[in-house]
């Protein structure tokens, strides 16, 4: 599948953003839909993730309720709406796909990923 992110951008601490995910190219309805994040000097983290045909959703504790993963079947989009954002979310993020039933939280297990798009939080 091809996947394009969008929605990064510069925000205060305790802002919000939502990230997009447009994702075409083949039937995904058996495809686990990842985001990821990169900060500088750091490894590439799983930040959610989401079922697209169940819905069932995974988060890394440093995002549990703060951020939500969604998926929009009419519109092929994968949503990541972030609240309460702070200066330590800084990082490029990524979208990400694999076609698999249970939600990897490893990079290595996405086959597929979108460009990243940079979201910087000031403080």
């Known amino acids: 599948v091809q996947l394009q992110a969008s929605g990064g951008g510069l925000v205060q601490a305790g802002g919000s953003l939502r990230l997009s995910c447009a994702v075409s190219g083949r039937t995904f309805s058996r495809y686990i839909m990842g985001w990821f994040r990169q900060a500088p000097g750091k490894e590439r983290e799983f930040v959610a993730g989401?079922?697209?045909?169940?819905?069932?959703?995974r988060y890394a504790d440093s995002v549990k309720g703060r951020f939500t993963i969604s998926r929009d079947n009419a519109k092929n989009m994968v949503y990541l709406q972030m609240n309460s954002l702070k200066f330590e979310d800084t990082a490029v993020y990524y979208c990400?796909?694999?076609?698999?039933?249970?939600?990897?939280?490893?990079?290595?297990?996405?086959?597929?990923w979108g460009q990243g798009t940079q979201v910087t939080v000031s403080s």
């Open positions: 989401i079922s697209w045909s169940l819905g069932s959703t």
């Open positions: 990400a796909a694999v076609e698999t039933f249970t939600i990897p939280t490893n990079a290595m297990g996405y086959d597929d």
